[in-house]
């Protein structure tokens, strides 16, 4: 990876456009300027960026080029991996408005089909977060290719809740309803905190084990596995029998195998006796 720090300000710009695969990146955003975006190309796939900003009296809004560089990222349309993290920023600017830098954000997001990995880290501390949660996972929803999602902690920010824990609490129940929506629509994506994987413990633990079901399902296919049909056999007398949801995934997958079972060998001559049967870890039993 081409690792980087600060350039001075005529150059600022210009690693962005570094012919490598991979670029780490640390600047401050208050050292660019729009024009520096024009007709930038960026050319690697992997950017791991910290993001600063120290702006003295004619800094252009920070937002402008924050905004411009998701946009230059949207167009080169071939990023599989983002991390972003923001240090020694000055929040809170009168006048300054964080909606043209979300709208780049979603737009980064949805143009680059073949992105995998994102991490925005701390970034949510540039963002309304307590509103801009929920159209950041929707854009993810119908995302092909999108897989691991990372931030700092889904609660609201300081600046926003101060000590009222009524507002923490309302805030965490509606982004925890976007997030269970999220995961219901894009069955492949995990999102994750400083905790681990995200979760409120009860409901979106239930989505995570239904997709980690699916998933494990869907690559048994894939990897076309010696033992499947004893796995699904298994599965269809264990969780599956208790579970529509999982029942029409193992027929949706594994058809194939469905057909054997009823048209070839017997349940007997594949399930192994109830007090042996383990379902398999890549298929948990789902409730």
């Known amino acids: ?45 992997h950017l791991y960026l910290e993001v600063s900003e120290d702006a003295s009296f004619d800094s252009p809004d920070w937002g402008v080029c924050l905004a411009l560089l998701f946009d230059r990222m949207a167009e080169c349309g071939h990023l599989e991996t983002l991390r972003l993290s923001a240090s020694d920023f000055n ?109 409120n413990g009860g409901s979106i633990d239930k989505v995570y084990l239904r997709n980690d079901f699916f998933n494990g399902s869907e690559k048994l296919v894939t990897d076309s596995t010696p033992g499947r049909p004893l796995l699904v056999a298994t599965s269809l007398v264990g969780s599956a029998s208790r579970n529509f949801h999982v029942f029409a995934w193992l027929l949706s997958h594994h058809l194939d195998v469905l057909c054997e079972l009823f048209h070839g060998s017997g349940p007997e001559d594949i399930v192994p006796a109830p007090q042996e049967t383990v379902l398999p870890t890549s298929m948990p039993p789902v409730e």
């Open 91 to 199: 929040i809170g600017h009168d006048g300054i408005d964080s909606n043209h830098v979300l709208q780049a954000l979603i737009t980064l997001i949805n143009a680059n089909s073949k992105l995998k990995y994102l991490d925005l880290g701390n970034m949510r501390i540039l963002f309304q977060w307590c509103d801009d949660a929920r159209d950041i996972f929707r854009a993810m929803e119908s995302h092909p290719g999108l897989r691991t999602f990372i931030f700092d902690t889904i609660g609201p920010n300081a600046h926003d809740s101060g000590d009222d824990d009524s507002f923490h609490k309302e805030h965490c129940d509606d982004v925890y309803d976007s997030l269970g929506q999220l995961l219901t629509r894009n069955r492949f994506i995990t999102v994750y905190d400083d905790n681990g994987r995200c979760s």
């Open 1 to 45: 990876m081409l690792d980087m720090c600060q350039w001075d300000r005529e150059c600022a710009h210009l690693p962005f456009a570094a012919w490598a695969n991979s670029i780490g990146y640390g600047f401050d955003i208050s050292e660019l300027r729009p024009s520096d975006f024009d007709g930038m190309n960026i050319l690697a796939r």
